[in-house]
């Protein structure tokens, strides 16, 4: 979603995040801005086929079949490339629990969160993950030290997540535990991030493989879990079920293989920008496809909670990074004397 270059991007249907891939060995016949603005409107509409998928379907159901689906058309890919799955049964408990975290866990959170709460918002949600990501960074990856200006970022970023949530209002007429969902979906997606990096990093497993070993790991996760909680449907109303399908085979499956293609061809710092557009068009899509009511603090909190995670994903410039570590020579020489 091989070894971590730096925190992806956070859309609703990663899987893995983007791993260091192998150069490309050709030019993509289709320019990479017309594959970046496709990923962006496939991840941004993923949220309004979650809403109407569990029109149809309970939210543990919507999840099995995102995941079939994008399962099934990974498996495509990795066999059209003639891809090995891992062999080590410590990488494949890695995968499992990385799984539960980038998959099983948040989607269906985020299906459980929309049977109460507007795309739009859980849109909006997804967009906290740099956030949270930056903040579990400081505790668990050690060479992943915050600057001030990335700090500054985590700080605007939760003042636009209460403005968005209209904090001073007392979260009046918001669905709290569904709200809640939404975040915790977007909490597990940054704890999935630090797990993948801090233990299948070095692997020598391909991303694609990786991640389409981790979508069947989450599908068999959800093949035990959903029939204790739901019942067979009896029905397959079509808009719900080509919106499951949709969300599985596009949002699961082909904007994977499109983000490891602009990963490759443009690098992870160019390729992560689509998180800034995902909440974007899900609130475009939500207001104009379902009719969903926005208030102002909603396109407002989204505005700043962007510009904070622009900030944490920051790097310093070479000049101040070179002179950040002479002062921490410097003090390193004067603590020893």
């Not at 797990?195 to 990786?210: D, H, K, M």
């Not at 293989?257 to 490759?264: A, E, H, N, S």
Request: charged share 10%; with cysteine; glycine share 10%.
């Amino acid at each position: 979603m091989s070894a971590p270059c730096q925190q992806p991007a956070a859309p609703p249907a990663a899987s893995v995040p983007p791993l260091t891939p192998a150069p490309a060995t050709r030019r993509p016949a289709v320019d990479w801005r017309i594959r970046f603005a496709a990923l962006s409107l496939i991840w941004g509409f993923s949220f309004l086929l979650i809403k109407v998928g569990t029109q149809g379907f309970a939210p543990f159901q919507v999840t099995l079949g995102r995941l079939l689906a994008g399962t099934a058309v990974l498996a495509v890919a990795m066999a059209m490339r003639r891809e090995r799955l891992p062999r080590s049964a410590r990488t494949w408990g890695h995968i499992t629990v990385a799984a539960f975290f980038l998959n099983a866990l948040p989607f269906s959170l985020f299906s459980y969160a929309e049977l109460t709460i507007p795309s739009t918002l859980a849109g909006i949600c997804n967009a906290t993950s740099p956030l949270w990501g930056m903040a579990l960074s400081v505790v668990a990856l050690s060479e992943d030290r915050p600057t001030r200006r990335r700090v500054a970022g985590l700080g605007v970023g939760f003042l636009g997540v209460l403005t968005v949530l209209g904090a001073w209002q007392g979260f009046s007429g918001l669905d709290l535990p569904g709200t809640g969902m939404a975040l915790l979906a977007s909490f597990s997606y940054a704890v999935g991030w630090i797990y993948v990096r801090r233990t299948l990093a070095g692997t020598g497993s391909s991303t694609l493989t990786l991640t389409g070993s981790q979508l069947f790991i989450g599908t068999l996760q959800l093949a035990l879990v959903t029939p204790v909680f739901t019942s067979a449907p009896d029905t397959f109303p079509l808009l719900p079920t080509l919106s499951v399908l949709a969300l599985g085979a596009l949002g699961t499956g082909l904007a994977v293989l499109l983000q490891y293609g602009l990963v490759q061809e443009v690098g992870p710092t160019t390729g992560q920008m689509v998180t800034y557009f995902i909440p974007v068009i899900a609130t475009a899509a939500g207001v104009a496809l379902l009719g969903e009511q926005l208030t102002w603090n909603t396109p407002v909190g989204a505005v700043i909670v962007l510009a904070g995670a622009a900030l944490t994903q920051s790097r310093p410039s070479a000049t101040t990074a070179a002179r950040t570590r002479t002062t921490g020579d410097r003090t390193k020489r004067l603590s020893r004397t």
